[in-house]
C-alpha cells in the first residue's frame, strides 16, 4: 500500500499560494490511491487537470455563439527525463451567448494512471487554440511508494458535493462505486458553506469499527475552525471508504490544512492524512467541472 509522503501536499498545496493560482491558468490535482491488486508494487494516481475558463479565449463561430478550446498535454516524467505517461487532449467549455459572462466555467479531466514505486515530475501545458503562442506550464513533485501492512491512508480528496452512490457507468469520476465531484485546487468559494472530503483507508480489520476524526486550521491559529467525526466498520476484501463534511459559512477567508484522522477502539492513533483548503468567501466560484468531449 502507498506510504503516501505528501505531495505538496495533494492539489497543489504547498506549490499552489493565492500568487501561483492567480498566474497559472492551468491546475493540477493528484491523489494517490492503493492498487487493489496487493501483488504490484505501486499505486494509483488520479490525476485532476483544470483548465480556467475565464482566460480562454472565445471566438464567434454563429450569431450569439462563442467557443473556447483548450489543448492540454500531460506527463508523467522519471528523473532521467523519460515519460511514463503522455497524453493530449482537447478540451471545449460550454458555448457562451455572451463573452462579457462573468462566470465562464473550468473545464476538466481526469485520467486514473498505474504507476511503479518511484520519484516523478508530474507535468501540464496548456495551450489556448485561438491564441497564438500563449503556453502555460505547471509542474509538481509526484512520489509513489511500496505498500505497507499496517493501516494507511490514501490521499484526501476535497470535494463540492457529498460523495455520492453512482448509478452510471463506472469512469475516471468514480471511486468504490461514489461519484466525486471535486473542489479544484481545493477552492470552496461565495456560495460553497460545505466542506466534503473522501479518503480510503487500507488494512482495516473487517468489522472492526474505527473513528474518523476531523480538524480545519490556519496556520500558527490556537483554535480549530471546524471539527468533526464519525464511524465506520473495516470492509472485508476492499478500502474502507472515509468521508465527512463540515460547515464553512463562519469560516473567514484564507488557507487551512484539513487533518484527517483514522483510531481505533482504544483511540490509538492508526493513520492520519492532511490536505491544503483555500476559502474564498468573496468571489462566486464556477459550476463544476464537465468531462471532456
Not at 474505527?210 to 476484501?237: C, F, I, N
Amino acid at each position: 500500500m502507498l506510504l503516501f509522503a505528501r505531495l505538496l501536499p495533494v492539489g497543489f498545496a504547498l506549490c499552489l499560494g493565492t500568487a501561483q493560482a492567480q498566474t497559472h491558468q492551468l491546475q493540477l490535482d493528484a491523489v494517490r490511491f492503493r492498487n487493489d491488486d496487493v501483488a504490484i508494487k505501486g499505486g494509483i494516481v488520479e490525476v485532476y487537470a483544470t483548465v480556467n475558463g475565464k482566460h480562454l479565449t472565445y471566438l464567434k463561430r454563429a450569431p450569439k455563439i462563442y467557443q473556447a478550446g483548450a489543448a492540454v498535454t500531460l506527463e508523467v516524467i522519471r528523473p532521467d527525463g523519460s515519460a511514463v505517461y503522455q497524453e493530449t487532449l482537447t478540451l471545449r467549455p460550454p458555448v457562451l451567448r455572451d463573452t462579457t459572462a462573468v462566470i465562464k466555467n473550468p473545464i476538466s479531466f481526469q485520467k486514473r494512471l498505474t504507476l511503479p514505486e518511484g520519484h516523478y515530475t508530474l507535468r501540464g501545458q496548456l495551450k489556448d487554440q485561438n491564441r497564438a503562442g500563449f503556453t502555460d506550464i505547471v509542474e509538481q513533485p509526484l512520489v509513489v511508494e511500496a505498500n505497507t501492512p499496517k493501516p494507511a491512508l490514501s490521499d484526501v480528496v476535497l470535494l463540492l458535493k457529498p460523495a455520492s452512490r453512482s448509478s452510471v457507468e463506472a469512469n475516471n469520476f468514480v471511486r468504490q462505486g461514489l461519484s466525486l465531484v471535486r473542489a479544484a485546487g481545493g477552492l470552496y468559494a461565495r456560495g460553497q458553506d460545505k466542506l466534503f472530503f473522501y479518503s480510503e483507508l487500507y488494512n482495516a480489520a473487517p468489522g472492526q469499527a474505527y473513528t474518523v476524526r476531523y480538524r480545519l486550521r490556519a496556520a500558527k491559529a490556537a483554535k480549530d475552525a471546524g471539527a468533526g467525526q464519525g464511524t465506520v466498520q473495516g470492509a472485508e476484501g476492499r478500502p474502507t471508504v472515509l468521508t465527512g463534511e463540515l460547515d464553512l459559512s463562519k469560516v473567514p477567508a484564507g488557507t487551512y490544512t484539513l487533518t484527517v484522522e483514522a483510531r481505533n477502539a482504544k483511540n490509538l492513533l492508526l493513520a492520519t492524512q492532511t490536505t491544503t483548503v483555500h476559502r474564498n468567501s468573496t468571489d462566486y466560484a464556477p459550476a463544476g467541472a464537465v468531462m471532456p468531449r
